[in-house]
C-alpha cells in the first residue's frame, strides 16, 4: 500500500510526462493537479483514522514504534 500523497506523486509525474511529451501545456492541466492532491486529503484522513483505529482496538502489536507501523503498512521504497 503507498500512502495517498505518494499515489499523486506518481499520478503527476505521469500526467506531466504526457504533457511534455505533447507539448501542449495550459493552466487547466496545473488546475487539474491541484485538484488531484486536494482529492487525497479525505483518503490521507481516512488512513490516519485507520491506524489510530488500529492501535486503539489492539491490531497493532505494542512492540512496534510508530515508524514500525508506518513502514509495515506502507510500502514507502
Not at 499523486?8 to 504526457?18: A, C, F, P
Not at 487547466?28 to 490516519?48: F, G, P, Y
Request: proline share 1%; aromatic share 10%; glycine share 2%.
Amino acid at each position: 500500500m503507498k500512502t495517498p500523497m505518494q499515489e499523486h506523486i506518481e499520478w503527476m509525474q505521469e500526467k506531466l510526462r504526457i504533457l511534455v511529451e505533447c507539448r501542449d501545456f495550459s493552466f487547466a492541466e496545473v488546475d487539474e493537479c491541484i485538484q488531484h492532491a486536494e482529492s487525497m486529503l479525505k483518503k490521507e484522513r481516512e488512513t490516519i483514522c485507520n491506524a489510530f483505529s488500529d492501535a486503539r482496538h489492539g491490531a497493532v502489536e505494542s512492540r512496534w514504534t510508530a515508524e514500525e507501523y508506518f513502514e509495515e503498512i506502507f510500502d514507502t521504497k
